[in-house]
C-alpha cells in the first residue's frame, strides 16, 4: 500500500479523492479479492449510489439499488458474497473508496 494513502483503523480511504482504479485494485488486494469486469460494475454503482445519496449503502439499499440498475441476478446476496466475501456491502464499499456504511459490523 503506497505510504500517500491515508487509511482509518479499519482500512477505508480518510480521503475519499484519493480514490482512482490503480487504489482499488491495491485496497481490492488487501481483502485478497482480484478485481473483475463483475466487481467494477458494482464499485461504479456503489460509487454512483454516494454520489446521489451522500452516503454508504448498508447491504438491503445496497441489493435494492442494484436489482433497479443491474436486476435481480446481480442483487442478490449470494452473487454478491462471492465478489466480496464476508460482509458485501462494507468490503465493496472500502474497495470503491468510501466510507464504511452505516449499520455494518
Keep these: 500500500?503506497?505510504?500517500a494513502l491515508l487509511l482509518d483503523k479499519d482500512g477505508f480511504l480518510v480521503n475519499l479523492d484519493?480514490?482512482?482504479p490503480a487504489?482499488?485494485?491495491q485496497?481490492?488486494?488487501t481483502e485478497n479479492i482480484q478485481l473483475t469486469?463483475?466487481?467494477w460494475e458494482i464499485l461504479q454503482?456503489?460509487?454512483?449510489?454516494?454520489?446521489?445519496f451522500d452516503l454508504s449503502p448498508a447491504m438491503r439499499p445496497l441489493t435494492k439499488y442494484i436489482k433497479t440498475h443491474?436486476?435481480?441476478e446481480q442483487a442478490s446476496s449470494i452473487y454478491l458474497l462471492k465478489l466480496f466475501p464476508g460482509s458485501p456491502a462494507k468490503i465493496a464499499a472500502k474497495i470503491a473508496?468510501?466510507?464504511?456504511p452505516e449499520n455494518c459490523l
Design 70 to 72: 443491474l436486476g435481480a
Design 45 to 52: 454503482l456503489l460509487r454512483q449510489f454516494h454520489n446521489e
Design 27 to 29: 485496497l481490492a488486494q
Design 1 to 3: 500500500m503506497s505510504n
Design 97 to 100: 473508496g468510501l466510507p464504511r
Design 23 to 25: 487504489v482499488a485494485n
Design 18 to 20: 484519493d480514490w482512482n
Design 37 to 39: 469486469a463483475a466487481h
